[in-house]
């Protein structure tokens, strides 16, 4: 079935430093991809997100790229910050209904 | 505007109960998803709404959960003899026309 593998599990960055985290899907019909960040009891927030006939896109310090070949997309972000850490969520859409296939998240520290 | 809106927040119950959880979305937003997070886990599709019908219920886990949309609004998630692996965070989302889904603030279920 629909599968959305997401690493790392963890992240611990120093602050100014960048921050990537890899996905990869499995069904090659996927055509959007959200990026969400949760912050510890919150709802997750939509952070950038790419369609697939787009093979980057960038919003400020975030960037995500997409490799539709290899099926993998990633969020990059530069000059992390102490406010950036939080659990990043990847996602796939899926079909018609646009239904969403999680990754397990990626848990991002950066230190001060 | 006002967001996405579930209720209770925190819901505690005994294995065996039935407990009913509700949403919601955003007004106007035709499109309505509920998914499910346990402790350190990413979001699992449970079920999608157009409109009142759920062209995709595919992500239920068991017959004991089902779900309902009335007048192109309000859903409710239903779960019948709750058992301990129910327990979880419970998130609603809601989308317009485009593909971003907006997230409520979820029900924490516990099941003693």
């Known amino acids: 079935g629909e599968n959305v593998e997401q690493h790392p599990s963890t992240l611990s960055v120093q602050e100014g430093d960048s921050a990537v985290i890899k996905c990869t899907y499995s069904?090659?019909?996927?055509?959007?991809f959200p990026w969400y960040k949760q912050e510890l009891g919150k709802r997750p927030q939509l952070i950038i997100d790419i369609r697939s006939n787009v093979g980057e896109k960038k919003d400020q310090r975030i960037a995500v790229t997409l490799n539709k070949t290899a099926k993998h997309f990633s969020l990059h972000i530069t000059e992390t910050q102490p406010e950036d850490s939080a659990v990043y969520f990847c996602a796939a859409s899926i079909g018609s209904s646009y239904k969403l296939i999680f990754g397990s998240g990626t848990r991002l520290l950066v230190r001060p | 505007g006002a967001g996405v809106s579930q209720s209770p927040s925190n819901k505690v119950t005994e294995k065996g109960k039935d407990v009913e959880l509700r949403c919601d979305p955003i007004?106007?937003?035709?499109?309505l998803y509920w998914y499910r997070q346990s402790l350190g886990q990413g979001l699992e599709f449970l079920i999608y709404f157009q409109g009142n019908s759920a062209p995709d219920k595919s992500g239920l886990p068991s017959d004991r959960f089902s779900a309902e949309r009335t007048g192109g609004s309000v859903s409710t998630l239903t779960i019948q003899r709750t058992q301990q692996e129910d327990s979880a965070v419970y998130l609603c989302a809601s989308r317009l026309d485009g593909h971003e889904q907006f997230f409520g603030p979820g029900t924490r279920l516990t099941v003693l």
């Open positions: 007004s106007g937003h035709t499109a």
């Open positions: 069904d090659s019909a996927s055509n959007y």
